[in-house]
């Protein structure tokens, strides 16, 4: 049951990988947060089934929160919304960059709901995101990517997994609901280049009713509450602080775990210098990269310092005489 609702994501995602315009046909998903073996794998659904027995309606399924050792998770999802009058909340989760000449990211698929949204009413307006280098907040870390001003949101598609409790948790089991309908955010990123190295994704969303709240769930894995390297973050802004993302438990006796967020990063991780996503390194990705290049865009910064400078020039060469496989 639980490939069921993996199937119903892997055919979101791909239905907007192949709808969008521009997109490269080697694009693959080359990380996702959940799990080191299926970079489609989200980790957010459970299966078409609850944990006290109760099938989801239809092709839908659950994203039903797990227990472990004798206590459940108690939070449905965090809030990681722009709030009304104010900065309101964002989120942060790290990523690793592997290889030898690092990724070219696409798109970054994220996962959220709001409580009482119908499917014919998508929720959410506007994403902003930005890549730091290290953990957002902390001294030396700084933004190689992004800011909170601009709406990357490309797509946002209804997955058909709804958030629900612990359907069998002691001593207060809740029945599943169908009023946390987890939708896919499609965010694109247009193919920007992260060198080998560990990254902070820094997100949030932007209600489409004013004022109202967006929730993220946890990853959520088979009776697991947390995994022993799970840091994500969650910006207080009226605090002006990063806190890490814990769940208290339930009963509230239970220890405190932290939490890590699903998200999917699609693009490309090898053929570097080959902007037009064609498989192909030639003069046409040249171009693309001089007029990148001369008017300082972000894209052409290939070794995310934040600057675009003859240092990119001479890293895009390398890339450039590297061979395409
Ligand atoms: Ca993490
Ligand atoms: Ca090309
Ligand atoms: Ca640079």
């Known amino acids: 049951m639980a490939i069921m609702a993996k199937r119903m994501i892997r055919t979101a995602a791909w239905a907007a990988a192949v709808a969008g315009p521009g997109i490269a ?8 947060n959940a799990s080191v073996v299926d970079p489609w794998e989200a980790g957010v659904g459970t299966g078409r089934m609850t944990a006290s027995g109760m099938f989801a309606p239809g092709t839908d399924s659950w994203s039903e929160l797990q227990s472990e050792g004798g206590y459940a998770n108690a939070v449905g999802g965090y809030s990681s919304h722009l709030t009304e009058g104010g900065p309101g909340y964002r989120f942060a989760d790290d990523f690793t960059v592997t290889g030898s000449q690092g990724w070219r990211i696409d798109t ?7 409580i009482g949204a119908v499917a014919s009413f998508p929720p959410i307006a506007a994403v902003n995101l930005r890549i730091w280098d290290g953990p957002p907040g902390e001294p030396g870390s700084k933004v190689v ?3 909170t001003g601009t709406d990357r949101l490309d797509r946002l598609i209804r997955t058909g997994v709804y958030r629900i409790f612990d359907s069998v948790a002691i001593p207060a089991p809740i029945p599943p609901e169908q009023d946390r309908l987890i939708w896919q955010a499609n965010v694109r990123l247009g193919g920007m280049m992260l060198p080998p190295g ?12 004013e004022g109202a709240e967006i929730f993220s769930p946890p990853i959520t894995l088979r ?9 994500a973050r969650q910006h207080i802004a009226d605090e002006e602080r990063w806190e890490a993302i814990v769940d208290g438990g339930k009963p509230a006796a239970g220890p405190d775990v932290p939490q890590d967020l699903p998200f999917i990063l699609v693009g490309w991780s090898s053929c570097m210098a ?18 990148y290049y001369d008017s300082a865009d972000p894209r052409a910064d290939l070794n995310a310092d ?7 020039y001479l890293v895009f060469l390398n890339l450039y005489e590297a061979p395409c496989t």
């Open 108 to 114: 970054v698929q994220l996962f959220a709901y709001q």
């Open 198 to 209: 560990t990254y902070w994704l820094d997100w949030q969303y932007i209600s489409s009713i």
């Open 274 to 291: 080959d902007y037009t996503g064609d498989g192909r390194a030639d003069f046409a990705d040249y171009l693309q990269f001089l007029n």
């Open 223 to 231: 009776n697991k509450r947390s995994m022993p390297a799970w840091n």
């Open 25 to 32: 046909s080697a694009q693959v998903a080359i990380y996702s």
């Open 306 to 312: 934040g600057y675009v400078d003859f240092t990119d």
């Open 145 to 147: 990517f992004g800011d």
